[in-house]
DNA sequence: CACGCGCATAGACGGCTGTCGAAATTGCAG
DNA sequence: CTGCAATTTCGACAGCCGTCTATGCGCGTG
């Protein structure tokens, strides 16, 4: 399941009415950010010293399960929200800034009137 | 089911990890903009004249059945990322500014190193 | 007042999703 | 090579979600 690129330019929603290819895409990644226990992830994993964690720091902040969690960062991961680096034991989780930017540049409301 | 207030002062992912009540009140945001319809129901009504749109705009842009429409708009009326208003026989849909803001703000990554 | 139109609600149904425990995989250590 | 530790994958299951049809409600018009 490819990352899938959101928009070239990212407008603004208020711009224009968003074609349905668009639609599906963005919503992806919204729907991704829609479950209070990823979204707490990613903001462990972007608050987290060195802006990487592994999946055991996450799966301790946590009372699920270490299997959901890892269902969970897979999501995360497949929408392009997150990246993945194997080291020894433990793989890292970081965030892909570019996705999280284009999401807040679509949702910046440029003075609605 | 109120609006719910989001963040008072909206910190950034990247700041600290939000705590399982932030997590849950913004997942409910996210998950409401988390489906292809009703992500393109938000940017008709944001781009349309006037920043309003009825539920007839509305209805004609899609292929599912108007309960169907009706359904989404309360959904994302629920979480407070739109507003409706009656004006005779019609109801006015309009986009809450703040919130997607709110949510812009969040997502907007401080450079992550 | 009664009808028609715009929209919301109710109830039903198939499919997706979050969760779990168990098993498989990967890499390191001895 | 063998065993252990960290992580992923698998299979299953309950609950939620998007969609539909049918119905109800509000409001303007004749």
Not at 25 to 49: C, E, N, T, W
Not at 69 to 83: A, E, N
Not at 85 to 92: I, K, Q
Request: include cysteine; aromatic fraction near 4%.
């Amino acid at each position: 399941m490819e990352p899938l690129e959101l928009l070239e330019c990212s407008p603004p929603l208020a711009r224009e009415p968003l074609t349905a290819e668009q639609a599906a895409g963005v919503a992806r990644v919204f729907k991704a950010l829609g479950d209070p226990v990823r979204l707490r992830i990613v903001s462990i994993v972007a608050s987290h010293a060195g802006g990487e964690a592994c999946v055991c720091d996450i799966t301790d902040a946590f009372d699920v399960s270490q299997p959901t969690i890892s269902h969970h960062l897979k999501v995360l991961k497949d929408v392009g929200v997150l990246t993945s680096e194997r080291r020894a034991s433990w793989v890292y989780y970081r965030v892909v800034p570019e996705t999280l930017q284009e999401l807040s540049a679509l949702l910046n409301t440029p003075a609605t009137v």
